[in-house]
């Protein structure tokens, strides 16, 4: 029989003379699973709650507590964390009837990481100003191996006091060199999506790059060791592509559909703010044709797929894995 679930009526609290922060978390996925280990690891009394209540099994059997709405997750919790996939999610968890700002006190803070854009937020503090919460936008990179082992980079839009203050909070899932203060509420938000704009443009450079070497009769070992020897070397080269080159590994842990999603949201920006981005939207289609040809769970390389497929050759270095 499964032990039942800690009431939110008895939440843990040290006896210490400083009580840790509890830290209430929304969205165990991917991402969200590693960032509450390492937090719950780090001591943090947490307070969680996703569309799966599965999903937090090994964090109740550690001492979370699991809450049934997000407002339960506010109304429990010193900082409120959300970690989602879309806009559309943040904003139905924030403003929902049960959502965050049901349950949050006045003066409470709420610190997004989703891969988002700062319109959710912006409402937020215009709807919300006489409340005084603090809001924070801190998205990641680093995957979801670096989200299980601790060592996100985390860029944080908001004010300079609060990253201050909750710094103990983000190096507990976070590389301490890596997490920057990028700027106002919104920077962090502009950073990611900046940040996976050129990596996914690097991949689509690089795939087009590697299969035209390859046609014209290169060797793929030798042509990308002239890459990474030129001043055409990229980290994508040097490091990135060498999972599909030595193990044909897509990188499932990131579906295309989300892909595809931080794309059309790195366009919205570039329109947003007036700048032309021709080259963002070609790598758009392509990402998108990927993910129409091979399935919204593809991995977030499979793009690389189109051009071997168009060339009929697998793009594998000399010894790759199968």
Known sequence: MNAPSPSLDTPPRSDAAAPPVTVGFIGLGNMGSGMTRNL???????VVNDIRHESAADLI????????????????????ITMLPTPRHVDAVVNGPTGILAGIADGG?????????????????????????????????????GAANGMLQIFVGGDAADVTRLRPVFEAMGDPERILHVG????????????????????????????????????????????VASPANSNFVQNDVLSILDHGDYDEGFAIALACKDLGLSIDLARSVGVPAELSSLVEQIYRRAKAQYGDKAGEMTPVKLYEDLIGTELRLEGASA
């Open 40 to 46: 719950q690891q780090a001591g943090f009394p947490l």
């Open 61 to 80: 059997a550690g001492g979370a507590i699991w809450a049934d709405t997000a407002a339960e997750v506010a109304a429990a919790s010193d900082v409120v």
């Open 184 to 227: 106002a509420n919104g920077a962090g938000y502009a950073v990611k999506l900046m940040i996976n704009q050129l990596w996914f443009s690097h991949l689509v450079a690089t795939a087009e790059v590697l299969s035209i070497g390859v046609k014209a009769g290169v060797d793929l070992d030798v042509l990308r060791a002239s890459l």
């Open 109 to 145: 803070t709420w610190i997004d990481m989703s891969t988002s854009v700062p319109d959710v937020a912006d409402r937020v503090r215009a709807d919300h100003a006489h409340r005084g919460l603090h809001i924070l936008d801190a998205p990641v990179s680093g995957m979801s191996v």
